[in-house]
């Protein structure tokens, strides 16, 4: 799943969805130390004649400019252990000066390479092979040891590599150049590869770390082990130099800005003629020498203080701007300001709380889900939600257009049912399930059936969003109002103890596991309570009845098992196979609606192309994630000559 410190458009959020999941298991560490929440950063620029230096961190020519907002901003909260728990990393921050293993390409799904030189899974063995050329900025290679401590701690962590492994020892250097992880089973290698390579870094110097490895290796009772992570996850790693291996090296922190410098031996060319030799892409126009010399990214305790940078022409590019629509981009930014619009795999969703919510038997009753979706104007609360950047489809599939095009044949993708707008239809479905209809709609209980959506106060485009699907259904008959909740306690009390009617969720992801865990399965509360937003009756087993696959109108049914029909796909290696257990899950989502998908999120990007060359919108590299923060580790950021 989602790395997920921003928000959809790069908004600040508090509730952890993204593609990928959160950096550590959290809810084991959150027993041993405080919690933190979610971050988010944005912004760069750096024609010659932007800005100038000093204590404002404004750019000079030399250097190319970004921000950090969220719980970042701050000079007193930036630190570089990826496992500490109350001042988490910044992905933005945090690559300029450690490299991935690779980079994913949203728009087609492809791992690009950057530290890894190449891999592979054989049945249970993944083995990954580190390209040679990088070193610590105190001129130590990094060797294949850095990359086994880095993914034994993962491990140790109980983090990402704790999913695929049964412990740590599971990982080993089998040779100077490969690392060797025996998988626990057979795993679905496209949720491995999120997992792994998005969300690992080389970040792991012995220097800083080896201790903590030493005693997890001693350690012999799980409580030893618990002790240890809590010690991680409140290590404060301030002063990373000389100890980060990325293309920049941390020069200083001030009360405005952190300012890097280039690291003159980061190895461009190697990671360049590796990328060619793996995917064909020729990155030589770039050159392998940086014609800019610093990275700075300015505090921004707002995203509005992001967006002002930006209309100033201070920022060069990243993400983090609240930009609403083209129009506004054209009369506000500077002229050759790009807004780039980057899949991200997932959409937002309108979600039922079939637990625990006022009217749990209204929304566990398919026939009332897909009436809403006949009544709510989607594309106008995802107007609302997103302005003019995003994609609404109203043929639920539980995926958005990425993963649909990659699965899907055309045939498959036309046999789904459309939700049109239909107030006709919605009455329909409501009248089979009982409902009858005077001045407001009633259940067949007697009671009225009402709708509260919640929202919280920190996020002003929810309730913007909530209000347009509100009026549509009390237009409707169906009274509905929209309950704004202070933002801390929305997303710490509200939404894990299960005390809201119907929110905002997400659905889909960039890979198949994620996707339909994403779509079907939510984690919530003190205990991470794991249940189903589809059942009929929440506590039964998880089963579906739905018309053949392809045949909507067909009076025959079938009945899917969505968990085991999950469980499959998480461990299957075919791709035949992975397409058929696919077209269940998403015929499942299709005919029963377990959520109502708004619309695809999208990463937006900030770019100023006057002054910098970059990849293209239609080429692979040019939908990269994150895609700023991306380019110097692939060589692919240059300014352009006066």
């Known amino acids: 799943m989602l790395e997920f410190d921003m928000d959809e458009r790069g908004k600040d959020s508090s509730q952890k969805y993204s593609y990928r999941d959160p950096p550590v298991s959290r809810r084991e560490l959150l027993a041993l130390t405080s919690g933190g929440m979610a971050i988010a950063l944005a912004g760069c620029t750096g024609a010659a004649n932007r800005g100038e230096s000093g204590e404002s961190g404004a750019s000079t020519g030399e250097a190319f400019t970004g921000a950090l907002t969220g719980h970042q901003s701050t000079s007193t909260d930036i630190q570089f252990n990826p496992y500490n728990i109350t001042l988490e990393t910044s992905t933005r921050s945090q690559t300029a000066l450690f490299p991935y293993l690779a980079v994913q390409s949203l728009s087609t799904t492809e791992w690009i390479p950057v530290a890894a030189k190449d891999w592979s899974i054989d049945g249970t063995s993944l083995t990954v092979q580190l390209l040679d050329g990088f070193t610590w900025h105190n001129g130590d290679p990094v060797t294949i040891d850095d990359l086994e401590r880095t993914l034994k701690l993962s491990a140790h962590m109980n983090s990402y590599m704790s999913d695929y492994v049964e412990s740590a020892d599971d990982i080993t250097a089998s040779n100077d150049t490969t690392v060797t992880v025996n998988l626990s089973s057979m795993f679905n290698s496209s949720g491995l590869y999120s997992n792994v390579f998005g969300n690992i870094r080389i970040d792991v110097p012995e220097a800083v770390f080896g201790s903590y490895m030493e005693e997890f290796s001693d350690a012999t009772t799980e409580k030893e082990r618990d002790r240890i992570r809590k010690e991680v996850g409140e290590f404060n790693w301030r002063e990373p130099e000389p100890h980060a291996s990325g293309p920049f090296e941390l020069d200083s922190i001030t009360t405005q800005a952190l300012h890097c410098t280039q690291y003159d031996d980061y190895p461009i060319a190697e990671v360049q003629k590796n990328i060619k030799r793996k995917t064909g892409y020729d990155l030589s126009t770039y050159g392998t020498d940086p014609n800019y010399s610093e990275m700075e990214y300015q505090l921004s305790q707002t995203r509005n203080k992001v967006t002002q940078l930006a209309i100033s022409d201070t920022l060069d590019g990243g993400d983090g701007l609240d930009i609403d629509s083209k129009e506004e981009l054209q009369q506000k930014f500077p002229q050759y300001a790009e807004y780039r619009q980057i899949p991200t795999g997932y959409g937002t969703s309108i979600m039922f709380n079939m637990i625990d919510g006022a009217h749990a038997d209204a929304w566990r009753d398919q026939r009332v889900r897909k009436a809403f979706a006949h009544i709510i104007d989607l594309e106008g609360v995802a107007q609302q939600f997103y302005g003019d950047f995003t994609d609404t489809r109203r043929r639920f ?39 009858t209809k005077d001045k407001w709609w009633i259940k067949p209980n007697g009671e009225p059936l009402k709708a509260t959506f919640q929202g919280p106060t920190s ?47 997400y659905y889909g992801s960039i890979d198949e596991p994620s996707a339909y865990d994403l779509s079907w399965i939510r984690y919530d509360g003190p205990e991470e309570h794991e249940y189903s937003w589809f059942l009929e009756q929440p506590h039964d087993e998880a089963v579906v009845t739905v018309p053949p696959i392809g045949k909507p109108d067909s009076n025959k049914t079938i009945t899917i098992n969505i968990t085991d029909t999950y469980n499959e796909l998480t461990k299957t290696i075919d791709p035949d196979m992975l397409s058929t257990l696919s077209k269940r899950l998403s015929w499942a989502f299709n005919q029963t609606v377990p959520k109502i998908p708004i619309g695809q999120v999208n990463y937006s990007w900030y770019m100023t192309s006057d002054s910098w060359n970059y990849p293209a919108k239609d080429h692979s590299l040019g939908n990269l994630y994150p895609f700023t923060w991306s380019l110097p580790q692939i060589g692919a950021l240059q300014r352009k000559s006066a």
């Open 397 to 435: 599939s539980g995926l958005t257009p990425v993963l649909e095009q990659k699965l899907f044949d055309e045939a498959f993708r036309n046999s789904l049912t459309t939700y049109d707008h239909n107030p006709e239809k919605a009455a329909a479905l409501l009248r089979d399930a009982g409902y």
């Open 459 to 505: 996020v002003e485009y929810y309730l913007r969003g909530w209000q347009v699907a509100a009026s549509n259904l009390r237009k409707f008959g169906i009274k509905s109002q929209v309950v704004s909740i202070e933002g801390t306690t929305f997303f710490s009390k509200t939404l894990g103890n299960l005390e809201w009617d119907l929110t905002r969720s």
